[in-house]
T-cell receptor, first 113, second 114 residues
Framework: DQQVKQNSPSLSVQEGRISILNCDYTNSMFDYFLWYKKYPAEGPTFLISISSIKDKNEDGRFTVFLNKSAKHLSLHIVPSQPGDSAVYFCAARAYFGNEKLTFGTGTRLTIIP | GAGVSQSPSNKVTEKGKDVELRCDPISGHTALYWYRQSLGQGLEFLIYFQGNSAPDKSGLPSDRFSAERTGGSVSTLTIQRTQQEDSAVYLC????????????FGPGTRLTVT
């Protein structure tokens, strides 16, 4: 049962344009959401997060939007740069005392110069 | 400062053999997690250590998997009698207790069972 879903395995975007990565979840107990970025042969690195009490969080070129009623979040990168080419994982945490993160399957983003 | 380190980076083993994977967390991080990523899958939670508390082993897929954390620092994940379906990248992460949402990952150990 995939509680966090990233339905687009890959995405290609022109340099300078906006990249939008999507994530859907099913568990209404999730109260914190994170995006991680992963380069080949490296571990995932934390990118940005959002609490369920907010609907938007911005950090430089990265903005995460949360729509709780739709159980949907998205990551916007603008403007996209070649160094943004990586696999992006959406992750979520449920508040019942367990610190584990539930991850999606990832979206491979390719920025075309 | 140093990040999370894992060893070995790659391990090829024959079916039925035991393997040990090591994780050195960031100094001062009391929380430590093991995940694995199988081909085409997301990261799957395996086990979580927090300080001196009993570990959360709810993600371990079978009793062939075990993990320990000595002295609240280094952790070892042991897989006994490896099977081909155990082939995956095993990732370790650590975090500070007050920011356990933001986990810092090591580079992973790629395990291949032949």
């Amino acid at each position: 049962d995939q509680q966090v879903k990233q339905n687009s395995p890959s995405l290609s975007v022109q340099e300078g344009r906006i990249s939008i990565l999507n994530c859907d979840y099913t568990n209404s107990m999730f109260d914190y959401f994170l995006w991680y970025k992963k380069y080949p042969a490296e571990g995932p690195t934390f990118l940005i997060s959002i609490s369920s009490i907010k609907d938007k969080n911005e950090d430089g070129r990265f903005t995460v939007f949360l729509n709780k009623s739709a159980k949907h979040l998205s990551l916007h990168i603008v403007p996209s740069q070649p160094g943004d080419s990586a696999v992006y994982f959406c992750a979520a945490r449920a508040y019942f005392g367990n610190e584990k993160l539930t991850f999606g399957t990832g979206t491979r983003l390719t920025i075309i110069p | 400062g140093a990040g999370v380190s894992q060893s070995p980076s790659n391990k090829v083993t024959e079916k039925g053999k035991d393997v040990e994977l090591r994780c050195d967390p960031i100094s001062g991080h009391t929380a430590l997690y093991w995940y694995r990523q199988s081909l085409g899958q997301g990261l799957e939670f395996l086990i979580y250590f927090q300080g001196n508390s009993a570990p959360d082993k709810s993600g371990l897929p079978s009793d062939r998997f075990s993990a320990e954390r000595t002295g609240g620092s280094v952790s070892t994940l042991t897989i006994q009698r490896t099977q081909q379906e155990d082939s995956a990248v095993y990732l370790c992460a650590s975090s500070l207790p007050q920011s356990s949402y933001e986990q810092y990952f090591g580079p992973g150990t790629r395990l291949t069972v032949t």
